[in-house]
């Protein structure tokens, strides 16, 4: 293995373990030959294909076609209920990752029974349960809860290098299986209990009045569907999260073959975990405060402004410093923005079913950008090619949002 020797690990393999290849050597623009098989783990870390893998075509997917399913599951058995049954199945569903390998369709094979199940651990649960409970101050409380994605961000990285170190990767999901089962389940079980609307999620248009399947009024997905608000915050939302999902994973690249230095874009690049965490807080403050689509307009708009910076980007620190913090502080406020605006714009009757489809819209085109980014870099030999089309995305969504007009409340007619 002469030729892997060239290339710097950054994140060697702990283990001796050979994963199956035939799936890996189609990837055109994994170095395989130079890799070998036995760093193959490091080429998916450096080239996202992992987590593209797993959320963008498999978890992003099922959130898109089970959010209707979803959401009927949640009027069933009520919103608390669903949570409970979903935090218990990640555990067994987490312990089977270690399990895969050999083959590519043991790896297709649980991260399609991840996928499923994780969406009813994700942020339209969490969400539909802050819109259920608040109104005035649903900015901010959706800034809050939605924050601990942003806080994982930063601690879990780590922890979870400490652990692959000891224990080998499989080991990192058998921590996490163990983190859902004694923090997240208790923490569920304990606190997801009050009040009764948790216990008891308004049904989907169609409810009989003076149920108390009636209590939440809103837009059925078909009435959603039919309307131009959907459709235009959707596409809106694929716009920005493909700009999001390519400029977040190819920051540190982005910064390095400009001439700032790895150490320094590393940690030029951990900032933006620290202002993804201000962005939704302070996107959750002003949402109480001001229209929710100025809000969303103005965090794409943040991301505008990185974008631009990185066209003339320098290798210098300070402005290194900058982008990031402006990238993250648009990130920060984008999703739970979106989760404003849904509740807003359709009500709480099909919420759960009309978020988790522009979710996993969201999803597909976040998790997709890495790949089209880094195609596009290995065929060009960089990256500015592609930041006057993300600029232009942006300019495109940024218009969808500030178009999409005031909500409309549901009327018969729209259902027929």
Same mark, same amino acid.
């Given at each position: 293995?002469?030729?892997?020797? *060239?290339?710097?690990?950054?994140?060697?393999? !702990?283990?001796?373990?050979?994963?199956?290849?035939?799936?890996?050597?189609?990837?055109?623009?994994?170095?395989?030959?130079?890799?070998?098989?036995?760093?193959?783990?490091?080429? +998916?870390?450096?080239?996202?294909?992992?987590?593209?893998?797993?959320?963008?075509?498999?978890?992003?997917?099922?959130?898109?076609?089970?959010?209707?399913?979803? #959401?009927?599951?949640? @009027?069933?058995?009520?919103?608390?209920?669903?949570?409970?049954?979903?935090? !218990?199945?990640?555990?067994?569903?987490?312990?089977?990752?270690?399990?895969? &390998? #050999?083959?590519?369709?043991?790896?297709?094979?649980?991260?399609?029974?991840?996928?499923?199940?994780?969406?009813?651990?994700? %942020?339209?649960?969490?969400?539909?349960?802050?819109?259920? +409970?608040?109104?005035?101050?649903?900015?901010?409380?959706? /800034?809050? /809860?939605?924050?601990?994605?942003?806080?994982?961000?930063?601690?879990?990285?780590?922890?979870?290098?400490?652990?692959?170190? &000891?224990?080998?990767?499989?080991?990192?999901?058998?921590?996490?299986? =163990?983190?859902?089962?004694?923090?997240?389940?208790?923490?569920?079980?304990?606190?997801?209990? *009050?009040? *009764?609307?948790?216990?008891?999620?308004?049904?989907?248009?169609?409810?009989? %009045?003076?149920?108390?399947?009636?209590?939440?009024?809103?837009?059925?997905?078909?009435?959603?569907?039919?309307?131009?608000?959907?459709?235009?915050?959707?596409?809106?939302?694929? =716009?920005?999260?493909?700009?999001?999902?390519?400029?977040?994973?190819?920051?540190? %690249?982005?910064?390095?073959?400009?001439?700032?230095?790895?150490?320094? /874009?590393?940690?030029?690049?951990?900032?933006?975990?620290?202002?993804?965490?201000?962005?939704?807080?302070?996107?959750?403050?002003?949402?109480?405060?001001?229209?929710?689509?100025?809000?969303?307009?103005?965090?794409?708009?943040?991301?505008?402004?990185?974008?631009? +910076?990185?066209?003339?980007?320098? &290798?210098?620190?300070?402005?290194?410093?900058?982008?990031?913090?402006?990238?993250? =502080?648009?990130?920060? #406020?984008?999703?739970? !923005?979106?989760?404003?605006?849904?509740?807003?714009?359709?009500?709480?009757?099909?919420?759960?079913?009309?978020?988790?489809?522009?979710?996993?819209?969201?999803?597909?085109?976040?998790?997709?950008?890495?790949?089209?980014?880094?195609?596009?870099?290995?065929?060009?030999?960089?990256?500015?090619?592609?930041? @006057?089309?993300?600029?232009?995305? +942006? &300019? @495109?969504?940024?218009?969808?949002?500030?178009?999409?007009?005031?909500?409309? %409340?549901?009327?018969?007619?729209?259902?027929?």
């Amino acid at each position: 293995m002469p030729e892997s020797a *060239r290339i710097e690990h950054q994140t060697p393999c !702990t283990s001796s373990d050979v994963t199956g290849t035939s799936y890996f050597r189609r990837i055109p623009y994994l170095d395989f030959e130079r890799a070998g098989d036995h760093k193959i783990i490091w080429e +998916l870390n450096r080239h996202q294909h992992l987590v593209i893998l797993a959320q963008a075509f498999i978890q992003s997917f099922f959130t898109l076609v089970l959010a209707p399913v979803a #959401g009927r599951i949640v @009027a069933r058995i009520g919103l608390r209920r669903y949570a409970i049954v979903s935090v !218990t199945a990640i555990v067994p569903s987490l312990l089977l990752v270690p399990l895969a &390998g #050999g083959e590519a369709w043991t790896w297709y094979a649980v991260w399609i029974v991840f996928g499923v199940i994780q969406v009813g651990i994700g %942020p339209m649960i969490w969400s539909m349960a802050i819109t259920t +409970l608040f109104d005035k101050a649903r900015g901010v409380a959706l /800034a809050i /809860a939605l924050s601990g994605g942003g806080i994982a961000f930063l601690v879990f990285p780590p922890v979870a290098v400490a652990v692959e170190a &000891g224990y080998g990767w499989r080991g990192v999901y058998v921590m996490l299986a =163990l983190l859902f089962l004694v923090i997240q389940l208790p923490m569920t079980l304990l606190l997801f209990m *009050r009040p *009764r609307h948790l216990s008891s999620v308004p049904a989907e248009a169609g409810s009989s %009045p003076g149920s108390a399947s009636s209590a939440a009024v809103g837009h059925s997905l078909a009435q959603a569907l039919r309307g131009r608000q959907f459709w235009q915050l959707g596409l809106a939302c694929m =716009l920005v999260a493909l700009v999001e999902g390519a400029m977040i994973i190819h920051l540190f %690249p982005i910064m390095n073959e400009a001439g700032l230095a790895k150490a320094e /874009a590393a940690g030029v690049a951990s900032l933006m975990g620290f202002a993804m965490i201000i962005g939704r807080l302070g996107a959750g403050v002003l949402l109480d405060r001001i229209p929710a689509t100025l809000v969303f307009a103005g965090a794409m708009g943040l991301i505008l402004l990185a974008v631009l +910076l990185a066209m003339r980007f320098d &290798g210098s620190r300070g402005p290194a410093a900058i982008i990031a913090l402006l990238l993250g =502080l648009g990130a920060g #406020g984008t999703t739970n !923005t979106l989760a404003y605006l849904t509740g807003r714009h359709f009500g709480l009757g099909s919420y759960a079913t009309i978020f988790g489809l522009l979710m996993g819209m969201f999803g597909l085109a976040f998790g997709s950008a890495p790949t089209i980014a880094g195609h596009v870099r290995d065929k060009f030999g960089g990256y500015d090619p592609l930041f @006057a089309v993300f600029a232009a995305a +942006l &300019g @495109a969504s940024i218009l969808l949002i500030l178009t999409l007009g005031r909500a409309r %409340p549901p009327t018969p007619d729209m259902a027929a």
